[in-house]
Structure formats: structure tokens, C-alpha cells
């Protein structure tokens, strides 16, 4: 079955740092691009940036380019989501999902990140 | 960038109503790189249709998707209560691929 297995929800304070993962099984991890999406709460989904784990070329929306990185261990066939410091406005779900020919076909079960202090 | 206007915001239909949705793009879409998605609450959203008009696997001949260039429509032929939802369109053209904000398909 193919699948992706996000990490568990986080609660942060404001400035922390954060890694949240994505596992991939059930395919070839590194034939397909990996694309984040934010969801907050109540609100629309908001495509974030992806990530081709062939060679881990990324691309970002400019809504979110500098705030996030997005990287991955093909060694262990996992995409990452990442701050260096969190604000109350990264508050939401956020989702890794399969890009298959940049279509978003598999989708994980979300990671809730609360960013309170 | 591209931006997706949906419309309506909500739409409230009877079971066995028709249900049409509509997608419209601030610049063309290339080669019909259109996805539809469906999204219950508490769940994470599921592929509907892609390249505008081809449905996903697993997914009900009652939804079909049209068009092309700015304009892309999501029909589902006749409600059925488990397709209460809120529906996303998103283009997978040139980067970022944005989505519209969605419509939220109401069953009375």
C-alpha cells in the first residue's frame, strides 16, 4: 500500500525550532516530488513548496520562501518540514503529499504544529 | 503566480440535485494541469480529477471535471450526502501551484 507516515502533532513556543517528518512506503520514494501544504485553522489549503528526493531540487511559493525549508534522507525515504523559529502564525496542519507528475495523489494524515507561548 | 478564484463559496443542494462548481484562473492554465479535490472535515483532502477532466482511481463516474485555459468546472450529476465537502481546485502548471479557497457543497 502506498502510503506517507507523518511525525506526531507539536506544541512550540514562539522563536523554538521545528522538524516535522513525512515517510514514504509502498513506492519508488525517490520517482516522485514531495510537496507540503499548509492548512490553518477553519481556513483553505495553501501550497507551501516540494521537493524532488532524486536530487533534492525544491522549489518554494514566495509566500513562504526564507521561513521554511524543506529537505530529505533518501536513505530512509522521509521528507522534512522545517523552522529555525517558529511564530504563533505557523499554527495550522500541515500536510505532505505525493506529487505524481505534479498532481497530488497520495496524500499523509497531516502534522498539527500550535505555536502558543 | 496564479490565482484560482472558486465560486460559489457555499453551495446547498438536495440528494440527486446536480451540483456545479467553478474554477476560474488569473492566466491560463497549461495543458489542462488542473487537479479537483474533495476534503471532509477532519480529513485530509483526496484526488477528485486531474488534467481537468480525468477522474482519480476509486472516484465515482457522478463527478466529472471540464474545461480549459481560465476557466475549469467541477460537476458532480447527482448528490449524494457523503459528498458533503469542501471542494479545492489547484493548478500544477508553472510554480507555485497555488489552489482556489475553496467551495463548500452543502446536502439538505
Known amino acids: 500500500e502506498v502510503q506517507l507516515v507523518q511525525s506526531g502533532a507539536e506544541v512550540k513556543k514562539p522563536g523554538e525550532s521545528l522538524r516535522i517528518s513525512c515517510k514514504g512506503s509502498?513506492?519508488?520514494?525517490?520517482?516522485?516530488?514531495i510537496t507540503w501544504v499548509r492548512q490553518m485553522p477553519g481556513k483553505g489549503l495553501e501550497w507551501m513548496g516540494r521537493?524532488?528526493?532524486?536530487?533534492?531540487?525544491?522549489n518554494y511559493s514566495p509566500s513562504f520562501q526564507g521561513h521554511v525549508t524543506i529537505s530529505v534522507d533518501t536513505s530512509i525515504n522521509t521528507a522534512y518540514l522545517q523552522w529555525s523559529s517558529l511564530k504563533a502564525s505557523d499554527t495550522a496542519m500541515y500536510y505532505c503529499?505525493?506529487?505524481?507528475?505534479?498532481?497530488?495523489?497520495?496524500w499523509g494524515k497531516g502534522t498539527t504544529v500550535i505555536v502558543s507561548s | 503566480e496564479i490565482v484560482l478564484t472558486q465560486s460559489p463559496g457555499t453551495l446547498s443542494l438536495s440528494p440527486g440535485e446536480r451540483a456545479t462548481l467553478s474554477c476560474r484562473a488569473s492566466q491560463s492554465v497549461s495543458s489542462g494541469h488542473l487537479a479537483w479535490y474533495q476534503q471532509n472535515p477532519g480529513q485530509a483532502p483526496r484526488l477528485l480529477i486531474y488534467g481537468a477532466s480525468t477522474r482519480a482511481t476509486g472516484i465515482p463516474d457522478r463527478f466529472s471535471g471540464s474545461g480549459s485555459g481560465t476557466d475549469f468546472s467541477l460537476t458532480i450529476s447527482r448528490l449524494e450526502p457523503e459528498d458533503s465537502a469542501v471542494y479545492y481546485c489547484?493548478?500544477?502548471?508553472?510554480?507555485?501551484?497555488?489552489f482556489g479557497q475553496g467551495t463548500k457543497v452543502e446536502i439538505k
Open positions: 509502498g513506492y519508488s520514494f525517490t520517482n516522485y516530488w
Open positions: 521537493i524532488d528526493p532524486s536530487d533534492s531540487y525544491s
Open positions: 489547484q493548478h500544477y502548471g508553472r510554480s507555485p501551484h497555488t
Open positions: 503529499v505525493r506529487a505524481g507528475s505534479s498532481r497530488l495523489d497520495v
